[in-house]
């Protein structure tokens, strides 16, 4: 079955140290993959995404994620994190079924020390 | 571009009341929009998919009579929850894919609904 799975459920950092949340994958074949971003009360805002081509990707608000076919992982990263960036964060992968439907991860909270 | 609004941003009622809730793409197309719940510090648990001109189709164990949708247009989609219960509150989250976009999900800000 497919699954997205984020080991991590909190994860607290210093800011302005680095920061890799982890994403892990099981499906058949390479799945869409994505990373958002949900402040408290809020939405989820698209960090970056994955189809194809460039397994570095650069998204926004400096975060990049480096899909790695052999570890079936998609991990997010950012070299500096800021106070700012203390939200909870979803990775998701499309369904192999042409449905748009997304398969969610249970959620990293990341919290940033001052 | 990709923007998604929701209306309202939060909304009380009384139980037995209806409550309709709009998801609205305010920059581009979208034929295909999700209705998310999520629970408190929990993931997203998704309720059903909307087509526009078409019924929406439900996940398991979500009531159709109970969550109705209607998705009229290729900018709006609605989602009435109907003779609501305070197990009902919770924070729904819609988002939109672009017509003819590549599974990209755009989301909207949420609706908090508390049931008294």
């Known amino acids: 079955a497919q699954s997205v799975t984020q080991p991590d459920i909190h994860i607290t950092v210093s800011e302005g140290a680095s920061l890799e949340l982890r994403c892990n994958y099981s499906?058949?074949?390479?799945?869409?993959l994505f990373w958002y971003v949900q402040s408290p009360g809020q939405g989820l805002q698209l960090l970056l995404k994955?189809?194809?081509?460039?397994?570095l990707v650069q998204g926004i608000k400096g975060f990049e994620a480096e899909f790695k076919r052999s570890q079936s992982s998609f991990n997010l990263r950012k070299p500096s994190v800021h106070w700012s960036d203390a939200a909870e964060y979803f990775c998701a992968g499309g369904r192999m079924d042409s449905s748009y439907k997304l398969i969610f991860g249970s959620g990293t909270r990341l919290l940033v020390r001052p | 571009g990709a923007v998604v609004s929701q209306h309202p941003s939060r909304v009380i009622c009384k139980s037995g009341t209806s409550v309709k809730i709009e998801c609205r793409s305010l920059?581009?197309?979208?034929?295909?929009m999700f209705w998310y719940r999520q629970f408190p510090k929990k993931s997203l648990m998704l309720m059903a998919t909307?087509?526009?001109?078409?019924?929406?189709?439900?996940e398991q164990g979500v009531e159709k009579d109970k969550f109705l949708i209607n998705h009229a247009s290729l900018t709006l989609s609605t989602l009435t929850v109907t003779s609501a219960h305070p197990e009902d509150s919770s924070f729904y989250i819609c988002s939109a894919v672009r017509t003819g976009g590549k599974e990209t999900q755009y989301f909207g800000p949420g609706t908090r609904l508390l049931v008294l």
């Open positions: 994955y189809f194809s081509g460039d397994t």
């Open positions: 909307s087509n526009e001109g078409s019924k929406a189709t439900y």
């Open positions: 920059d581009f197309q979208a034929t295909t």
């Open positions: 499906y058949g074949a390479t799945p869409y």
